[in-house]
């Protein structure tokens, strides 16, 4: 049986998206078989950033309406052997309740290692639906106050819904900014969120050059760190490397 993990934040644009994309194809190269999940309904992005917008006909609530076959909703990602996405529908309001999509993406974990949930910023309904009823989330923080003080909040709603294994992910991390004191190190943010960390992705503008080209991020130090965190996901004891060194 796979894992199912849901990809969550407080605050937007904080790199759910990144992550999910990201971790999915640094898992592959692992050799492992994953899904991605884009549940972000009526705002979906997986699809674009990973330059498959016109690959898709069927969405999640078709395949859960049973108006398409599972092949034609999950689409293999071109360029990243073993990583396939069904994308959210365009309009709200079409996702089912909170037990079937708990039903089918734990149905689809009898079929891949992985099934990554991309769910929305917030704890609003869409974050709800996405997170009730599954075991493991990974929380997307950038070191500023708001994205700190929303992750606490996260944290505290994951608790609530019966979420065991919450890991926090410290997206878009500028080391000359933490040196400068103008942003909170890594320890200040493990203080101040109370979430044990699972890795930590710097700042790269590959990231941004391949989200805008609609490519998976493959290379650079973002990719470095996102491979590190599958490999810990994994099971493999890979130190946390110190802030100055990320
Ligand atoms: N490590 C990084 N380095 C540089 N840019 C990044 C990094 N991670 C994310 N970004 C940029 O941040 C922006 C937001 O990323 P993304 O869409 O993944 O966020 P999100 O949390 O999914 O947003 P939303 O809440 O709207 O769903 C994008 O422009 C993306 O390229
Ligand atoms: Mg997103």
Redesign the pocket.
Known sequence: MGKVIVVS?GK???????VSGGLGTALCRLGKKVLLIDS?EG?S?LDLILGMSDAFVYDFADLVHRHCTPAQAIRPVSGVLGLFLITAPSDIGQLPSDKVISLFSNQLAGIFDYVIIDS??GVGSGFIRAVNLQKNALI?VTPDPVSIRDAARVQAMLGELGVKNVRMII??FETSLVEDGELPNIDDVIDHSGIQLIGV????VM??RC?SAGIPVTSGR?AAALGRIAGRLEGSYIPLPPAKKI
């Open positions: 934040s937007g644009g904080t790199g759910k998206s990144v972000d705002m992005s929305p910023a997307v997206n878009k992705i710097p700042n790269d990231v941004l989200y973002a």
